[in-house]
Every structure is written in C-alpha cells, then in structure tokens.
C-alpha cells in the first residue's frame, strides 16, 4: 500500500513510519519510573482520573509530595530532584545518549540500566519501552530533539537516545510521539489531552499543544474546566498556543457570572484566577463599580487572612481590574481609608479617579475608546447609572446631577422599562434620579418621563426644590423642562411623565432635539431651603 502524504495539523502524514525499522535512524529507549497514578497511566482514555477535579486533585498532590520531598532533605537528594523533571511544568525533560544500544525491545520487564548514573534507589525503573524513531522528523517538530540529535549533547552522533519518564507520563508520552509522525491523537478524553499537554510543552512540540488546545475548547466548557484551564502551569498558559483555550476560559467565567450579585456566593469561592477573569469584563452586571470594591475586598479577606498577603494580591492583581472612576466618591473616601490597602497605592487610585471625573467630558471618551486605557475607563453594564456631582453648602445645601443616556439605552425602555442612577446625597440624605417610558395619562401615548426618588432612611422628611433640564439641539445648551417642590419622606419620589411633551416615537426619532451624537443629556439641580 503506498503511504499516506495527507496534510494533518498543518504537516504532512508520516504515520507509516511510526516505530518502523525501515524509515528509522535511531532507537529511543523510554525507561519508566514510579510517578503516581495520573490521567493515562493505566490505560489509553485516562482511566486513572475519572474527572477534571480528579486530574487537579492529582497534580495538587503531586506537587505537595515533590515539595515535601525536597524540603525534607533525604538522603536521595539529588535523585529525587531528577525525579521531579517530569512533574514540575518548568523542568526541563531528561534525556541521554548512550553509547551502546541494546536490543530492541517492547514493553520490557522491569529493571535498570547498568551503565546509567541514574539507577538510584528513588528512581527505581518499572519497565523499559524501545522504539524505532526518525531523528529527522521528531528535530523538525521539536526544539528539544533537535538540539538533543544535532548540537544538544556531545554523543549526539550515537544512535541509541533513553528518555526517562513517570509512569503517569506513560500514554501522555506516546501519543505526542505518533502525533509527531502523524498529526493526529487517539483521543478526546479532557484529563489524557491536558496530560499529552502538559508533556508536549516540555518536550516543546507547539504544534501538539495547538491541537491539544483545539480539541479541549471543542469540548463542553464547565466552571471546573474554565478554572482547571486557568490554573495550567504558567509555561504553558502563557504560551501563544494555548492562548486561546484560556481566553475562551475566561469568556466562559466571565459570561456565566454575569450576574456577579446573583452568583456573589458561589464566586465567594472561585480562586484567583477565575476572580480576575471575571473582573475583566466589561458586560458585569452589577449595581455600580461601588459593589465590585466591596466584592474584591470581601473576597479577599476570605482567601488571604493574612494581612501582608491579602495586600500584596490586591495591589498586583485586583485594584488594577476595578474601574475606580466609576466610583462613587462617598465609596472613594472609603477606599482611602481601607486598611487592608496600601494606602499610597490607594491614594493614587481615588486621585487618578477624581482627575478624570473632573476632566472635560472629550478627555473622558477619548480614555474610554483608547485601546491602552480603556479597559480602566469603559463603564460596565451598571444596573445604576453613573452621574457626575457637583456639590455646594452655600448659601444653601445644593448640588447639581448630570444623567448620561445613550439612544440604544432609552430604546431598550420601551414600553415600560426604568434606568435608575446611583445614589448621591445632599445634607445627609440619599437620592437617586429614575427614567421611565410609561404612558401619558392625558394624551394616552408612550413618552419619556424623569423622576427623583429620596432613598428609604428613617422618618426623615425634608423639603427639596428641584429642576430637571435636558441639553438641545441646535445650541446643545441646557434647557429647563420641569422644576418645583417637594417634602420627601424616605422611598418617595416626585417627577414628571412627559418630560419633554411629546409622544414616544418623536422623542425616539433620528431628528429629535434631544440627543446630540446620539447621547440623551440629563440635569437635576436640587436646592435645600428650609432647615
């Protein structure tokens, strides 16, 4: 039969000559040593771990037990820290050439190499794999057999190569070596493609790790899976190949908490890296950027009691994901005042937010669409409106709310939906303005309505007077729609259902008066009077 040239995974099809004596050069002798049960050990589908939790739990343990090995200083030092290539991800594998090359052999009995420094009592060998290889064809595929047959080793010019390997590696290793002849993998099992993974980054094959990664963001993404991903040994996360199976991670995270206040329990939970690709989105659904603060500093004091700890993670890698601009100030005062921040890191955060809630609202777009910026800037999608404040305390307690709605937001009103702002406050007391799409009474027609509302607190009563006024075209000035007076008592609210005394459709329209670059702006100016 004449053999199959079919490209696969980018490269021609030299599966024929997979462990063939008749297009091979060389012998790789593969010695397999203790290694715990991992995914592939005991069989070609990853029987040894029957889910994701069980692989992590695995390499969790793993990692312990090689931690505790070499922190407890035993006599097989040196061995033992051989015996750790294969399981830390930032090792570099171990290989040797040999000068003599045995008989092949398949599946060998147990035993050691006699003329090999590392038959050690700590990496005792379980059995020897032989197979035919092309030096050729693994040195066109992998930095590490290249440099191992060409320039890599002084006898690089033998024939006979030994790898040694953990018996977890077992099945790992020999399908990323038919995947070098061959382009392909027996598999779709998740815990043996992250194991055939993990060893195609140490042996450097990208070319496997890009099809490892394909084939596990073709499979059903889980929470369990989206964190396993995450949490990958960083030589291989952060490796262009496998970017996009962690991108697509932290889509998932951020995409099925989007409703971080629903799932505010169950994200209580989620370790760091899920955290931060949560707060990465700009689609969080969240009452302001004052619940993400409070989230992060909550969430920190239950993963890191520590204070010197919980500081260090918050400065290096949560502050820089809250968007402190879109802050409230009352909130920003706190912050400041937050122990467990670094407090000259915490003052540089509110500044930088003040000075760009001062800046002239063209500064604030062009950070916001500035592809270095704007992720620092873009607002999220608030359930409570941003406003800009501005406050007075004399002659009389006042201050002056600027409500910003974009044309596709008021749509989304129609026939009955509300947008509601954040809370500002005005001599001790909370308000919040609210715009409708409702009916008019009189007229029996959708329009756009604007309310003020005083948060509950209390008893308390007090007197406001008030104005709502709107920028127009053509001078884009504001101009005053509604004003009078009204005693607010704690959840009441006072406004006008027809603000701008014309029907929905014409309010809507491409030729309305009231959006200027496709942006509805808003004022309500409220004065205290009475004491």
């Not at 670094?342 to 500064?363: F, G, I, M, N, S």
């Amino acid at each position: 039969m004449d053999p199959d040239f079919s490209r696969a995974s980018g490269g021609p099809n030299f599966e024929f000559a997979f462990n063939s004596v008749n297009f091979s050069d060389r012998v790789l002798r593969i010695e397999i040593v203790a290694g715990g049960d991992a995914p592939g050990a005991k069989g070609a589908a990853g029987e040894g771990c029957s889910s994701l939790a069980d692989w992590a739990r695995h390499r969790k343990r793993r990692r312990e037990e090689l931690r505790r090995g070499k922190e407890s200083g035993a006599n097989c030092k040196v061995e033992a820290e051989e015996c750790d290539t294969y399981e830390e991800g930032n090792e570099e594998p171990v290989a040797m050439i040999e000068e003599s090359p045995p008989d092949i052999e398949q599946d060998g009995e147990d035993g050691e190499s006699s003329d090999s420094s590392w038959s050690m009592e700590c990496t005792q060998v379980l059995r020897v794999k032989s197979i035919y290889i092309s030096s050729a064809i693994l040195a066109a595929k992998s930095p590490f057999f290249y440099k191992l047959f060409s320039n890599g080793m002084k006898e690089s010019d033998q024939r006979h190569a030994t790898l040694r390997i953990t018996a977890s590696e077992e099945n790992a290793l020999m399908e990323l070596l038919s995947f070098m002849y061959s382009g392909k993998l027996t598999t779709n099992q998740p815990t043996l493609l992250l194991d055939i993974l993990m060893i195609a980054d140490k042996f450097e094959v990208v070319s496997c790790m890009r099809h490892c990664s394909q084939l596990l963001r073709s499979l059903p993404m889980t929470t369990e899976s989206a964190l396993l991903y995450l949490d990958l040994p960083s030589s291989i996360s952060m490796a262009s190949a496998v970017q996009p199976l962690t991108d697509t991670a932290k889509e998932f995270l951020a995409n099925k908490y989007k409703d971080l206040t629903k799932f505010q329990d169950e994200a209580m939970t989620i370790p760091l890296a899920g955290i931060e690709a949560i707060l990465w989105s700009n689609d969080l659904q969240v009452a302001s950027e004052d619940a993400i603060y409070d989230f992060v500093i909550k969430w920190a004091r239950a993963q890191y009691p520590k204070l010197e700890e919980r500081r260090e993670i918050l400065g290096t890698r949560l502050l820089p994901l809250v968007r402190f601009c879109h802050m409230t100030c009352r909130k920003l005062r706190k912050v400041l005042a937050c122990s467990d921040l670094d407090h000259e890191q915490a003052t540089k955060c509110v500044t930088e937010a003040l000075l760009y809630k001062a800046d002239a609202p063209h500064r604030q777009r062009a950070l916001a669409a500035d592809v270095m910026t704007c992720r620092k800037y873009a607002e999220r999608a608030y359930k409570y409106r941003p406003l800009k404040v501005v406050e007075f305390d004399r002659p009389y307690p006042q201050c002056i709310a600027y409500l910003d709605l974009k044309r596709e937001e008021c749509s989304r009103l129609f026939p009955s939906g509300r947008i509601y702002s954040q809370a500002f406050h005005l001599a001790g007391q909370g308000f919040f303005l609210s715009a409708h799409c409702n009916m008019d009474q009189q007229s029996a027609f959708y329009c756009f309505g604007l309310f003020l509302g005083m948060q509950e607190k209390g008893s308390t009563s007090v007197t406001v007077d008030y104005e709502f006024a709107a920028r127009t075209r053509p001078s884009g000035e504001f101009v005053s729609k509604y004003k009078g007076y009204y005693t607010f008592t704690g959840g009441k609210a006072v406004g006008y259902r027809n603000l701008f005394a014309i029907p929905w459709p014409s309010f809507m329209a491409d030729d309305s008066l009231f959006f200027i670059d496709g942006v509805l702006h808003l004022r309500a100016e409220l004065t205290i009077k009475q004491p």
